[in-house]
């Protein structure tokens, strides 16, 4: 299985911050990478799809970078909508495998 | 708009048995790939199953192999995830998740049924 390991685990962060998520593949997915937001009690929300590319009605302040092995999700002005949990999601190879999430937090 | 309402969870002893539902709408259901993923209480996501669009080709994860099976009515818009031999780990919210045309790409997810195992 491709183990997708997310850094950080859990940040804290102020509305207007610049927030940046890593996701690296043990092995080469090309571009076959999504984000996801999860608030709590919610269903995960796709934000970004095939690594880079925007999903309807998303925000732009959200954007996605990378292809291979390593992949950043940022947030280029935090806003307080934004604390929740995100989460990658390679779909590359059988089986599909999430990072372990990252916890953005108020500071 | 795209709407995914899973049901059937609940408390079950270990070794019981549960079927879970997902009611599909807002889109042509017999078109798309579906998944269940579950979410163990304050842990990550695990992908559970994937059905193809007509039912025929299912895949599982290895905890659910040999367990869980998946189906479909395409007829009633309708997922369906069995579970057998339930065990205290498979304690989790369950949501049920729509393939892009990618199979393991999630575009649109339920909002999740919990099923609780325990004596």
């Known amino acids: 299985d491709i183990q997708m390991t997310q850094s950080p685990s859990s940040l804290s962060a102020s509305v207007g911050d610049r927030v940046t998520i890593t996701c690296r593949a043990s092995?080469?997915?090309?571009?076959?990478l999504g984000w996801y937001q999860q608030k709590p009690g919610k269903a995960p929300k796709r934000l970004i799809y095939a690594a880079s590319s925007l999903q309807s009605g998303v925000p732009s302040r959200f954007s996605g970078s990378g292809s291979g092995t390593e992949f950043t999700l940022t947030i280029s002005s935090l806003q307080p909508e934004d604390f929740a949990t995100y989460y990658c999601?390679?779909?590359?190879?059988?089986?599909?495998?999430f990072g372990q999430g990252t916890k953005v937090e108020i500071k | 708009e795209v709407q995914l309402v899973e049901s059937g969870g609940g408390l079950v002893q270990p070794g019981g048995s549960l079927r879970l539902s997902c009611a599909a709408s807002g889109f042509t259901f017999s078109g798309y790939a579906m998944n269940w993923v579950r979410q163990a209480p304050g842990k990550g996501l695990e992908w559970v199953s994937a059905?193809?669009?007509?039912?025929?080709?299912?895949l599982f994860a290895d905890s659910a192999k040999g367990r869980f099976t998946i189906s479909r009515d395409n007829s009633k818009n309708t997922l369906y995830l069995q579970m057998y031999s339930l065990r205290a780990d498979d304690t989790a919210l369950y949501y049920c998740a729509r393939s892009t045309s990618d199979w393991y790409d999630f575009d649109n997810w339920g909002q999740g049924t919990l099923v609780t195992v325990s004596s």
């Open positions: 059905i193809s669009s007509n039912g025929y080709s299912t």
């Open positions: 092995q080469g997915i090309t571009n076959d």
């Open positions: 999601l390679q779909h590359n190879s059988f089986p599909p495998t």
